[in-house]
């Protein structure tokens, strides 16, 4: 029996050496590309002069085949790699859960969005970015969409089988048996229960969202060549790899760090949160 | 005669930031070769934790026994390392627990796992291994030892898997048996048969048994001599005659004197209209397919009953005679497949849930387990508000009806606002009664509303349920596994047997002149009958 209040999530969570660490970087990198690019040079600037230049008198991180310098378009290309986790984060989670509650509470519901999802499921992610960056053209919105609908079925899974186990509970059916309409028994009783879950679940399509895009961006279907995402500027970097390695390397290195720290938060808040796993591990 | 295991002393602390220090403190007792021990207590009492230390299983990161020996065959277990104690383990020392289903490995064969045993603690040759696991089948009177050799747990019912559990304890013939609660999870009538079998190999093998219980009545059947546990101290200890004729601390008395008779009270017959009527209700689970339709099961079958204001129907019956599933049709939880429920005279069988939603006020059902029938997320208050404020109550109005219902109920109205986990198990309880009466109801389904409490609890919340059947006049259909419950609270009975009902009356009638043979062995089963 529990006698003392419970400490909050957040002290919880934060003693954890993974969510705290993977957090502090993660902190930084945000911070880096939400100010840096008021102090860096423009990355659009072309100067013919010093194209391909090593790390040193051009900039710390060299410039490219365009004599742009590669530091400020990494620092930039940070906006739009954490805007694409973040975006499709929220848009995954936000439609996997209304779908996933429907499809868990609803049965009659069930099976037709259930067959859908293992539907989309079955597609290829980088195939149908392609897909629709061919049919649709090549934007920010595009790629979000791209990476967004084949992560939906993974979280309305999740959702469903929150759901199908929570709505046994004597306490949602005492709910029932008060009267409560259906949705307020899904926000009040159903939904907290499925947070944990959606915060891990969400951290990991944070990281993969980053990545998915960057290959894209590689293979040239993502966001547009002009932009300069870490996909782009590495995608670029590639004819020259042998000669100038640094135009691959310091995007390589900014993603890598970035989705690292994400994938630790990740780690720890399910540590922390979900109760099964944490409860192994004290 | 001489001790076989001796306790002196004993005291295991709890971590740090427990409600109190000791699991159990100075605990002192024995058992002797050819007898059964029982210790008896409420939960928390630290009854289990005693019984865990002797095998040396307790969860040695949470507790630690800070003094105190544990001699057994010239040994202080207390002391002795992992790799000594493996030798005690299955060989002198031997365990049963509570729960057959899950203390089995689901995938594996019952006879490997008993041979399993042979093969680690002897040397015998797979064929004399096999034999031998027979051998110990036999004892345990499991029908057809060569088939079931070969089952899996899941194949085998409740019993017959606890009887699995008893031959691995004794294959190697162990000089003490620890049992730990092995017949909680048991039908009464497969109960008394499993209480039957180990005091029978008891006898004849000359064991020392210490039997952990929370039930009197199976004291009284059971034991030879009785260790009373409270709060993790030994409160008294003496023959269980002693015990049971003259106990002499205040809580003995206090638990010998919650078990419920078997005598029911006389009660007047009750004249009134009724408000509930289930008519011919039929419910299966599961589906047939073209090729077969084995897997349909008549959770009910044909079931009709009435219950009239101020009257409680009782609906008695083992695990699977689909009492949990008439409720669960009456309040509409599920949809019987045909049948009329008639809730004052209007039939909700078939409305939908629209149809349904004002008629939910009449009904109203408190749950078994209180641990989950309150949403960890949200304040009693807001539990108990829920529903009059579905139905358009304003708040304030909600709440002060509700901080009412906490004095009923016996809780302190301050208490509103606090969480769900900071209340006992009896507390919750009545919190869910609470929530229950908020919406006014006709009708009170008590689904096993007390299983989960302890005897004194238990018959606390018994009262209160009585108390506020004749404040309300309700109408109380309650539901239980146990007769003596039954037996107390009870107008009238209504016994089922899967999914039918077999017999049904006026409880006294039924208790004293019980016709068909199923209510019968019911009624004999019940534990302890030659004390209470």
């Known amino acids: ?282 | 005669m001489s001790k076989l295991l001796e306790i002196k002393g004993l005291s295991v602390t709890l971590p740090s930031k427990s409600d109190r220090q000791y699991a159990i403190n100075d605990v002192s007792i024995f058992v002797e070769k050819n007898e059964i021990l029982c210790v008896v207590g409420e939960s928390g009492s630290g009854k289990s934790v005693t019984a865990f230390s002797v095998m040396g299983i307790y969860d040695k990161r949470a507790l630690t026994i800070s003094k105190g020996e544990i001699l057994f065959d010239g040994y202080d277990l207390a002391k002795v390392n992992e790799d000594q104690f493996r030798k005690f383990r299955g060989k002198k020392l031997a365990m049963i627990f509570q729960e057959p289903m899950t203390a089995l490995n689901p995938v594996m064969k019952v006879g490997e796992q008993i041979t399993e045993i042979l093969e680690i603690h002897t040397d015998l040759t797979p064929g004399k291994r096999k034999s031998k696991a027979i051998e110990a089948m036999e004892n345990v009177k499991l029908p057809d030892p060569e088939k079931i050799f070969h089952s899996y747990p899941h194949e085998l019912s409740g019993g017959q898997r606890q009887r699995i559990m008893i031959a691995m304890a004794l294959v190697l013939e162990p000089d003490l048996l620890i049992a730990d609660e092995p017949t909680t999870a048991l039908d009464v009538t497969t109960q008394a048969t499993i209480l039957e079998l180990i005091k029978e190999i008891q006898v004849r093998r000359g064991m020392g048994v210490l039997f952990i219980t929370h039930d009197f009545g199976v004291v009284a059947d059971i034991a030879d001599r009785v260790v009373v546990m409270q709060q993790g101290v030994v409160v008294e200890q003496d023959t269980v005659n002693q015990i049971l004729a003259n106990p002499q601390h205040e809580y003995t008395k206090m638990l010998i004197g919650s078990v419920p008779s078997m005598v029911p009270p006389q009660k007047k017959s009750i004249d009134v209209q009724a408000v509930l009527e289930l008519t011919t209700i039929d419910k299966k689970f599961g589906k047939s397919s073209l090729f077969r339709n084995d897997r349909i099961v008549r959770a009910v079958d044909q079931v009709s009953l009435k219950v009239a204001p101020g009257e409680t129907l009782g609906i008695v019956g083992e695990s699977g005679s689909g009492k949990s599933t008439v409720a669960r049709c009456a309040i509409r939880l599920i949809e019987p497949d045909s049948g009329s429920i008639l809730i004052k005279d209007i039939d909700i069988a078939k409305l939908r849930e629209s149809g349904l939603r004002h008629l939910r006020r009449e009904i109203q059902i408190v749950f078994q387990d209180p641990y989950r029938s309150l949403n960890p997320r949200r304040t009693v208050g807001q539990s108990i508000v829920e529903g009059p404020m579905n139905f358009g109550q304003s708040e304030e109005a909600a709440i002060h009806k509700a901080k009412d219902l906490m004095e009923i109920v016996g809780l302190k109205p301050d208490n509103f606002n606090r969480f769900p986990h900071q209340f006992s198990g009896g507390q919750r309880q009545r919190i869910c009664i609470a929530r229950a009466l908020a919406m006014e109801p006709a009708i009170l389904i008590a689904d096993e509303a007390v299983s989960a409490l302890d005897v004194s609890v238990q018959a606390q919340v018994l009262e209160l349920l009585e108390d506020i059947k004749k404040k309300f006049s309700l109408a109380v259909l309650f539901i239980t596994h146990d007769l003596r419950v039954a037996a107390q609270i009870c107008d009238n009975i209504v016994v089922m047997k899967k999914g039918a009902v077999v017999e049904m009356g006026a409880t006294h009638e039924i208790y004293t002149q019980p016709t068909h043979p199923y209510t019968q062995s019911l009624l004999q089963a019940a534990p302890g009958q030659k004390y209470f």
């Open chain 1, 1 to 282: 029996m529990q006698s003392q209040v419970e400490p909050s999530v957040f002290d919880v969570t934060w003693k954890n050496r993974n969510v705290s660490i993977g957090m502090s970087i993660l902190v930084i990198i945000i911070a880096i590309a939400l100010f840096g690019p008021f102090f860096t040079k423009d990355p659009f600037s072309l100067s013919p002069m010093t194209r391909l230049k090593p790390p040193g008198d051009f900039g710390f991180f060299g410039t490219d085949q365009l004599g742009r310098d590669v530091f400020s378009r990494v620092v930039n290309g940070g906006r739009i790699s954490l805007t694409v986790g973040l975006a499709v984060a929220v848009f995954a989670i936000l439609v996997g859960t209304v779908l996933g509650l429907v499809a868990g509470y609803i049965r009659a519901l069930d099976s037709l969005i259930m067959r859908v999802m293992d539907g989309l499921m079955a597609i290829p992610a980088i195939l149908l970015a392609i897909a629709m960056i061919s049919l649709s053209g090549a934007s920010l919105a595009t790629v979000i969409a791209a990476i967004v609908i084949p992560e939906v079925p993974r979280v309305v899974r999740l959702v469903r089988s929150v759901v199908l186990t929570v709505r046994e509970e004597p306490y949602v059916e005492a709910a029932i048996s008060v009267g409560t309409p259906v949705h307020l028994i899904m926000h009040r009783h159903i939904l907290p229960n499925t947070i944990a879950a959606l915060i891990v679940q969400a951290t990991y399509i944070c990281g993969s969202a980053m990545l998915t895009e960057a290959i894209l961006g590689f293979l040239g279907a993502g966001i547009p060549p002009e932009i300069p995402s870490w996909g782009n500027i590495m995608s670029e970097g590639r004819t020259f790899f042998q000669l100038t390695p640094w135009i691959i390397f310091f995007p390589g290195i900014a993603l890598a760090v970035t989705v690292l720290s994400v994938n630790i938060v990740g780690d720890g808040l399910r540590d922390t949160l979900d109760p099964r796993i944490a409860r192994s591990l004290k």
